[in-house]
Nanobody, 129 residues
Framework: QVQLVESGGGLVQAGGSLRLSCAASGRTFSIYAMGWFRQAPGKEREFVAAISWSGGNTYYADSVKGRFTISRDNAKNTLYLQMNSLKPEDTAVYSC??????????????????????WGQGTQVTVSS
């Protein structure tokens, strides 16, 4: 099993920045791709960003492209999401997810929550106008 714990959420003014972290523990050697998803009150969960094991491949939702950056440090078993130029519509609970390997496949399916096997509890991000 793999456990994921997010941190770094909080309240920030529009235009500000936050950096989310997701610490993985347990059978971390089994993890392949990782991703961030978010869910606002009354809305469906939506894809934010995903990254391959090596970090060489990424996907971003159009709504965050150019403002958010996903990265990972496999030596520290940690996933990051740097969020800049935050907008009120970015307000949501942000959750990280991990795909169980082994796998060498990378594709658009990494934008789907069904691809991921492990999920964190989430961290609240609130952007005030």
């Amino acid at each position: 099993q793999v456990q994921l714990v997010e941190s770094g959420g909080g309240l920030v003014q529009a235009g500000g920045s936050l950096r989310l972290s997701c610490a993985a523990s347990g059978r971390t050697f089994s993890i392949y791709a990782m991703g961030w998803f978010r869910q606002a009150p009354g809305k469906e969960r939506e894809f934010v960003a995903a990254i391959s094991w090596s970090g060489g491949n990424t996907y971003y939702a159009d709504s965050v492209k150019g403002r958010f950056t996903i990265s990972r440090d496999n030596a520290k078993n940690t996933l990051y999401l740097q969020m800049n130029s935050l907008k009120p519509e970015d307000t949501a609970v942000y959750s990280c997810a991990a795909e169980r390997g082994p796998s060498t496949a990378w594709g658009p399916f990494h934008q789907s929550p069904e691809t991921y096997d492990y999920w964190g509890q989430g961290t609240q991000v609130t952007v005030s106008s």
